[in-house]
């Protein structure tokens, strides 16, 4: 007889939804990612976890709390996310705003105004909390109202907020796993007490629909999400996604044979276009996109003295140390060893988690979701022959300072293109 295979625990289901996400994103090392932070359980879960996964990733992690000023207890919320971001240390920042309805129900007012909030936070990237029931719930909402193809279409896990990347790393997690993993961890939050009040619609559906809904069909949640991918595929066409993609960046629109030939080579594995001084450059489904360059200049090793910053003007940007106690390199190394920035040469090896061994930089690079092309200009840092440290794959764990020690936490920081 087969053996039984035992379901993923809901910690690991949250966490490989949300490194999923990260590595689709791709290209977030040295990015400013600002986390949507209420103080509800989702978004302590989101901030937790984005926390965790930074040092792998490369981004930089801040907290930002709308204050909506529409409850008596909203200075109390916006205390306890503050009092949580200096536990974490993660930088916190608080916006109030002023909502106003103008012809528009309360939900959707609040809903506008938070979304300019956020479009206004200086970041790269923009990470909602928004989970499976959140999405089930918007597309039952949106249909009700006898959306179109955009509204069936739900929100999108990957998405843009102006110029800014929008990021739902938990879009596939059903809301019982997130709860899970907040008490698996331990999380404390405060629960919103407008999410009792029926009279607001998506409470409606939440606390009445939904129930009843899962009493006859207990996967609902699951196969409106799946409707919503369905229905999104169906409103793309790719020539107006590649011309908007093209305009929002600032660039001249192609021929029509022209498109079709970039979409054309696009399509293929391994296709990069040149057009008007950039080259795209598609990889896992993702395009990537960078100013031309005739010829990458020569990078000279160099050497690390515990300095806060390092420019690395050949490669593109500079190295930034942040000390950090419990985390990062020993810095106490420093003064025992010779630290030195190199390129690779081939066959390197990290061992970024204790408990298992060491891999190869090409492997893990794979997995972290970093395009071929971009690795072989990447500094790593080493200490005498040893690698310690990779951008966006952390610090090497023969070098991790113990907790409470004193640590120097690597940063990559590249130029924006």
Not at 97 to 121: I, W
Not at 320 to 340: C, E, M, N, P
Request: with cysteine; hydrophobic share 45%.
């Amino acid at each position: 007889m087969a053996a039984s295979r035992k379901p993923p625990s809901a910690d690991a289901t949250v966490v490989a939804s949300a490194k999923s996400l990260l590595a689709q994103a791709g290209g977030l090392r040295g990015k400013r990612v600002a986390a949507g932070l209420s103080g509800g359980v989702d978004s302590v879960v989101l901030l937790h976890l984005l926390h965790a996964l930074a040092p792998a990733f490369g981004y930089r992690l801040s907290a930002i709390h709308v204050n909506h000023g529409l409850s008596p207890n909203a200075n109390d919320w916006q205390k306890f996310c503050s009092m949580l971001c200096l536990e974490w240390e993660v930088p916190f920042r608080a916006v109030r705003v002023n909502v106003q309805k103008q012809g528009r129900g309360l939900e959707a007012a609040a809903r506008a105004a938070r979304r300019a909030a956020l479009a206004s936070v200086r970041a790269d990237a923009i990470a909602l909390a928004h989970h499976l029931d959140d999405q089930a719930e918007t597309v039952l909402f949106n249909l009700l109202r006898g959306a179109g193809l955009e509204g069936a279409s739900g929100m999108p896990a990957l998405g843009r907020l102006g110029r800014k990347l929008l990021l739902r790393p938990l879009l596939g997690v059903p809301r019982r796993a997130i709860r899970a993993y907040a008490a698996q961890h331990r999380l404390a939050w405060i629960e919103d007490e407008s999410n009792a009040d029926e009279a607001l619609t998506r409470n409606f559906i939440r606390r009445r629909v939904g129930p009843l809904l899962e009493s006859r069909f207990p996967r609902w949640r699951e196969s409106l999400a799946r409707a919503a991918r369905h229905f999104a595929g169906a409103g793309l066409d790719a020539r107006a996604m590649l011309r908007a993609y093209l305009k929002e960046r600032g660039l001249r629109a192609p021929s029509e044979a022209k498109l079709v030939e970039m979409l054309k080579q696009l399509g293929s594995a391994s296709g990069a276009i040149q057009h008007d001084g950039v080259v795209f450059r598609r990889y896992r489904k993702k395009i990537f996109l960078a100013k031309e360059k005739s010829r990458s200049p020569a990078f000279k090793p160099q050497t690390w003295n515990g300095e806060s910053k390092l420019p690395l003007s050949a490669l593109g940007g500079e190295l930034r140390f942040r000390r950090v106690r419990g985390q990062g390199i020993d810095s106490s190394l420093l003064q025992k060893h010779a630290f030195h920035v190199r390129l690779r040469s081939g066959g390197e090896r990290l061992r970024p988690d204790a408990r298992r061994p060491s891999r190869t930089l090409k492997n893990l690079f794979q997995e972290a979701g970093v395009p071929p092309w971009e690795r072989e200009r990447l500094p790593l840092l080493y200490c005498g022959k040893r690698l310690a440290w990779a951008p966006g794959l952390g610090v090497d764990a023969a070098f991790v300072s113990a907790r409470g020690a004193p640590g120097i936490v690597p940063e990559w920081c590249p130029r924006a293109a």
